[in-house]
C-alpha cells in the first residue's frame, strides 16, 4: 500500500504530495484524514494521509512510514475538501488550511505529549457477590456502584478509603482510568420562551432542508437570539447538528448559558478564551459526536460536525469574522456559505447594521431579507442625545461634558447602571515633549508608543516592545514629556475622580488578558457588584443587561479618523451597536454621544438610528468611489526589512499587474498605514474589479516568482475587512 501525505511543514514550496510506502503490520489502520509520522529528509516529521494507492506505481523505492498518530481521522473527508477549494479561492497552502481548522494541541509542534486526562476510577467487577460477607461502608459502596456506573477515586466524598481498598485488594472492584474534558459547564436553570408573532413569522420563513442565504435584519433588542434557538431546536430533532458563530470571546458566556438553559450538555464551545488543551477536548468531543451543537468564535465555523442542519453567523458585520492577519485569509461567511451549500442547509446572518454587502445581496436577492424592526414587547429604542463638543469643550471636567456627567449622576441616584464606551485602551494614545514637539515612538514600529499609567509603561500595541516612562525628552534632554490623547485607563481615573462613592469596572484587552476574565467581569457587572462598565469595542456588541439605562459615548469620533474606506460604516455600526445596550430590560434607555463632528452623516444616522438612511447614502457613495458592494477588492501585501529593496519590488510588481490585467482599477504601491512593524516595512496594492477574469493566474505567477526571494514577501488578501 501507497500513500500520499502533506507534510507539516508551512512552507508554500513544499505544499504537495509526497509519497511512502506503508508495512503490512499497519496497512489495516490507515485511513484518509488521519495523520503519520514519515522520514523527511533528516527530519522526522508529521503529515496528513490525503491519498492511498493500493499499487505502488512508481518506479523509484519509496520510504516507509515510521507510525500512525491517530486512532481515528482528524479531519473528515468533507474538511479535506473544503481545504483544496481554499486553496483555490484565496492561494493560500493547503497545509496551512489544514492547520487553521485544528486545535494546537493536535498539531505537530506542540511540546505536550499527553494530551488526554485520566481520572482513576472504581466500577464493580463482573464476580458473584453472594459468596462474601461485607461491612456496612462497604455495602454502601456495592450498592451505590450498582445504582451507578463508577465512583471517581479523588474525591471519593463520603466513602471510605479504607473500605475502597480492601474492595479492591479481593477483587470486588476494580480500578480502571477514564477520560475526563477539562472544560466544565455550569448548571443552569432550563428554560424556553415562546417566540413572539414577529419572532414566528420569520422562524417560519426560514427552510431548514434547503440551501440558502439569509440576512436576518433585526434592532438591538429584537430577540433575534430566540429566533436562532427555535431554528436550532428544529433542526436537531431532525437529526441534525448546529454551528453558532458569535465575534467576541466576551459574548461567548453569555451566549453558552442562553443555549444551555435550552439544551443542556449537547454545546461544544471553540473560541481563544480557551486553553489549548481545553480547545483539544472540545474538538474531539465534537469529533466523536458527543454535543450537537457548537458555539464559538471565526474558527468555530470548521467544528468537525457532520449532517449539519443550520450555521448561523450572528453579528455579521463584525470584522473579525475576517482573519486578515495571517494566511488562510479567509472569511467566515465564505466558509459557512460552502459548508452550508455541501450540506444543503440554511446559513443565518443576523445583524442590527449588517455589512453593506449584506443588504446590498437582500436587496438583490441573493440573500433571503428577514426582518424584525421593533424590540420585543415593543419596547422603546433608546433616545440618543448629541452632544457638541465644540460647544461643551471648554466646560467639560476631563472628557466629560455636563450633560454626560448630570445624566449619570441621574441614573446612579435610581440605582441603574451604565455603560461608558471609549474604542481606544491605555491611559494617553502618545507622549509627546512640550519644548521640542518630540514624540515616543516604538522602536520597531512605526507608530507612537501609548502611555499606561497604573504600570507606568509606555508600550507598543502592535509588536509589544515597552519600556518605562520617564519625563526626561530623548531629543531634547528637557524635562517636558506629556501625556495627550484618551484611552480607557484615563477615563477610569476621571470616573473615580467624579463618583468615588460608586463602583466603576474597566473591560478592555488590558483587563481580559487572562483566562476567564471576560465571564467574571460580566458575571459581576450583570449581578450589580458595579455600577459603571467602561469598556472598549468589547462592551459595544451582544451582551444584555437589563438594568443599563443609559450609554455614554466618550469620543464617537476615534474610528472615523481612520483613513479607510470603511470608516464611516465601522463608526455607524459601533455607535448603534453601544447605544443599542441601552433601555433592554422595562426601563427606558439614553444614549449620550459625545462628538467633535456632529453633522457627519454616520453620526447623524447613528443618532435617529436609521439604519437604512445610512446604507443609501453610503452606497452612493462607493459607488461613485468604486469600491464594495460595486467593486471587488485584492489587496498584495508586499513586505521586506530592506526598504528601498521593498520600494523596487514594489514598482515590479504594479507593472506586472498594469500590463497583464486590462479593465480592472490598480492604486498603489503606497507605504501602509503602519509603514514599519517589527522592523519590517509595508507595502500596499489595492486592486479594483467587477470580474475575476485571469487575475489568479497573474496573481499565482506573481506569487511564485517570490516564493525564492527570501527577502521580499508577498501576501495576496481577497477583500480584505480594512487595508
Not at 582 to 587: F, I, L, Q, S, V
Amino acid at each position: 500500500m501507497t500513500i500520499g501525505v502533506l507534510v507539516e511543514v508551512n512552507n508554500i514550496n513544499v505544499d504537495k504530495t509526497f509519497y511512502y510506502n506503508v508495512p503490512s503490520i499497519l496497512e489495516k489502520d490507515i485511513s484518509i484524514g488521519k495523520r503519520v509520522f514519515v522520514p523527511f529528509g533528516k527530519r522526522k516529521i508529521e503529515g496528513f494521509i490525503i491519498e492511498i494507492k493500493n499499487n505502488n506505481d512508481f518506479d523509484f523505492d519509496l520510504k516507509d512510514i515510521i507510525s500512525i498518530v491517530d486512532e481515528t481521522p482528524i479531519l473528515n473527508e468533507e474538511l479535506l475538501e473544503l481545504g483544496k477549494l481554499m486553496k483555490q479561492k484565496y492561494l493560500s497552502s493547503l497545509i496551512s488550511n489544514y492547520n487553521i481548522m485544528l486545535p494546537k494541541a493536535l498539531k505537530a509542534n506542540y511540546k505536550v505529549k499527553q494530551n488526554k486526562k485520566y481520572d482513576t476510577i472504581y466500577k464493580l467487577n463482573n464476580v458473584d457477590l453472594s459468596k462474601y460477607k461485607f461491612n456496612d461502608k462497604q455495602i454502601e459502596i456495592i450498592e451505590y456502584l450498582k445504582k451507578n456506573e463508577f465512583i471517581v477515586k479523588s474525591p471519593i466524598s463520603s466513602f471510605s478509603l479504607s473500605s475502597i481498598q480492601t474492595l479492591k485488594k479481593n477483587n470486588i472492584i476494580i480500578e480502571e482510568k477514564k477520560e475526563v474534558y477539562r472544560l466544565e459547564y455550569e448548571n443552569v436553570e432550563k428554560s424556553v420562551h415562546k417566540l413572539t408573532s414577529d419572532q414566528q413569522k420569520v422562524f417560519e420563513e426560514v427552510e431548514v432542508n434547503l440551501y440558502n442565504t439569509y440576512l436576518l435584519y433585526g434592532v438591538t433588542g429584537s430577540g433575534k437570539t430566540e429566533v436562532y434557538m427555535e431554528l436550532i431546536d428544529k433542526v436537531m430533532k431532525n437529526g441534525k447538528s448546529a454551528i453558532m458563530l458569535v465575534p467576541e470571546i466576551s459574548l461567548t458566556p453569555q451566549m453558552i448559558n442562553r443555549f444551555q438553559a435550552r439544551f443542556g450538555n449537547m454545546i461544544a464551545s471553540l473560541h481563544s478564551g480557551l486553553s489549548d488543551l481545553e480547545k483539544y477536548d472540545e474538538y474531539r468531543r465534537i469529533a466523536k459526536h458527543e454535543v450537537k451543537i457548537v458555539i464559538g468564535a471565526r474558527s468555530a465555523i470548521f467544528a468537525p460536525l457532520s449532517n449539519i442542519g443550520i450555521i448561523i453567523i450572528d453579528e455579521e458585520h463584525t470584522d473579525s469574522y475576517k482573519q486578515d492577519d495571517k494566511n488562510p485569509r479567509y472569511s467566515a461567511i465564505d466558509i459557512a456559505q460552502i459548508r452550508a451549500k455541501t450540506y444543503n442547509c440554511p446559513l443565518i446572518l443576523g445583524s442590527a447594521t449588517p455589512r453593506l454587502e449584506s443588504m446590498a445581496r437582500a436587496h438583490k436577492g441573493v440573500y433571503k431579507l428577514l426582518t424584525l424592526n421593533a424590540r420585543v414587547n415593543n419596547k422603546k429604542l433608546p433616545q440618543v442625545k448629541v452632544v457638541d463638543m465644540n460647544k461643551y469643550f471648554k466646560t467639560s471636567i476631563g472628557h466629560f461634558s455636563g450633560v454626560l456627567i448630570n445624566e449619570i449622576k441621574n441614573k446612579l441616584e435610581k440605582k441603574e447602571q451604565i455603560i461608558l464606551f471609549l474604542n481606544r485602551r491605555g491611559y494617553s494614545s502618545f507622549v509627546t515633549c512640550k519644548e521640542c514637539g518630540y514624540v515616543d515612538k516604538c522602536p520597531n514600529c512605526d507608530i507612537s508608543l501609548t502611555y499606561h499609567k497604573k504600570s507606568n509603561i509606555l508600550r507598543c500595541h502592535y509588536c509589544g516592545y515597552a519600556k518605562n516612562f520617564s519625563k526626561k525628552c530623548n531629543k531634547c534632554g528637557k524635562d517636558a514629556m506629556s501625556q495627550l490623547g484618551v484611552g480607557t485607563e484615563k477615563i477610569e481615573e476621571e470616573l473615580n475622580k467624579l463618583f468615588p462613592n460608586n463602583k466603576v469596572i474597566r473591560m478592555d484587552y488590558d483587563t481580559t488578558n487572562k483566562k476567564g476574565a471576560h465571564k467574571k467581569i460580566i458575571d459581576a457587572f450583570k449581578s450589580r457588584e458595579y455600577d459603571i462598565l467602561l469598556g472598549t469595542q468589547i462592551v459595544a456588541k451582544g451582551l444584555d443587561f437589563d438594568n443599563v439605562t443609559l450609554v455614554g459615548i466618550i469620543n464617537a469620533d476615534t474610528s472615523l479618523n481612520i483613513p479607510d474606506y470603511k470608516a464611516s460604516e465601522t463608526t455607524f455600526e459601533l455607535l448603534s451597536q453601544v447605544a443599542g445596550r441601552a433601555g433592554r430590560g422595562e426601563k427606558q434607555g439614553i444614549v449620550i454621544l459625545q462628538t467633535f463632528n456632529p453633522e457627519h452623516y454616520a453620526i447623524e444616522f447613528a443618532k435617529r438610528q436609521d439604519y437604512i438612511g445610512f446604507f443609501r447614502k453610503e452606497m452612493n457613495i462607493r459607488y461613485n468611489l468604486k469600491y464594495p458592494p460595486y467593486y471587488y477588492i485584492c489587496y498584495i501585501g508586499i513586505t521586506s526589512s530592506e526598504e528601498k529593496m521593498l520600494e523596487i519590488e514594489s514598482n515590479k510588481i504594479r507593472d506586472n499587474l498594469v500590463m497583464n490585467l486590462k479593465d480592472f482599477i490598480i492604486l498603489g504601491p503606497s507605504p501602509n498605514r503602519m509603514y514599519k512593524l517589527n522592523n519590517i516595512y509595508r507595502y500596499g496594492i489595492i486592486i479594483k474589479y467587477k470580474k475575476v477574469d485571469n487575475l489568479y493566474d497573474v496573481l499565482l505567477k506573481v506569487q511564485d516568482h517570490y516564493k525564492q526571494n527570501s527577502k521580499v514577501n508577498v501576501f495576496i488578501n481577497f477583500n480584505p475587512s480594512h487595508f
